[in-house]
T-cell receptor, first 117, second 112 residues
């Protein structure tokens, strides 16, 4: 198993543009979360999706949106990019059964590094 | 609001010395706390969780509700312990269900 995979690994955008980041969870995992990690800080929670529904949302503006597909992969969209959106965007997945329910163990991808110029 | 504080951005010790990475939290409910680690060129991964009361790679962490702390300790540090360590708090309910709140992280360097 390749683990959580994210694409693209690096990308450069200009202010005002839109970006879509993609994530494939570990096979069998039904929950996907997105985190933003700005240089020098810990990851910050953006969204959690489970069974294609949004289950949690962090303190991010409406420019940030996400969705989860029937195969449990996910996309994060950011519109009207600002310089401050430059960050590493991490996707994480977890299993969800009686044993794993809300244990807090997330399996992270390597991230998509977004630079906004 | 829940918060996790790691007061030390950098921590340096020599091989064989004890190490303690500090973590303090604020949370109104019953906390579930974790330590995540990121080794050089690797992805972020779980090191240990307080509910398991386990020792992983020689590390232990005890939840102290009175002091709202969850410090990570190892009696004899090894060079391979050099990494970035994050303390994290799980939100178990509400609109942020499943959210992990991370501290800013501590870079541990173990010198030979």
């Amino acid at each position: 198993d390749a683990g959580v995979t994210q694409s693209p690994t690096h990308l450069i955008k200009t202010r005002g543009q839109q970006v879509t980041l993609r994530c494939s969870p570990i096979s069998g995992h039904k929950s996907v979360s997105w985190y933003q990690q700005v240089l020098g800080q810990g990851p910050q929670f953006i969204f959690q999706y489970y069974e294609k529904e949004e289950r949690g949302r962090g303190n991010f503006p409406d420019r940030f949106s996400a969705r989860q597909f029937p195969n449990y992969s996910s996309e994060l969209n950011v519109n009207a990019l600002l310089l401050g959106d430059s960050a590493l965007y991490l996707c994480a997945s977890k299993g969800w059964d009686r044993r794993d329910s809300n244990t807090g163990e997330l399996f992270f991808g390597e991230g998509s590094r977004l630079t906004v110029l | 609001a829940q918060r996790v504080t790691q007061p030390e951005k950098l921590l340096s010790v020599f091989k064989g010395a004890p190490v303690e990475l500090k973590c303090n939290y604020s949370y109104s409910g019953s906390p579930e706390l974790f330590w995540y680690v990121q080794y050089s060129r690797q992805r972020l991964q779980l090191l240990l969780r307080h509910i398991s009361r386990e020792s992983i790679k020689g590390f232990t962490a005890d939840l102290n509700k009175g002091e709202t702390s969850f410090h990570l300790k190892k009696p004899f540090a090894q060079e391979e312990d050099s990494a970035m360590y994050y303390c994290a708090l799980l939100n178990a309910g509400g609109t942020s269900y499943g959210k992990l709140t991370f501290g800013q992280g501590t870079i541990l360097t173990v010198h030979p």
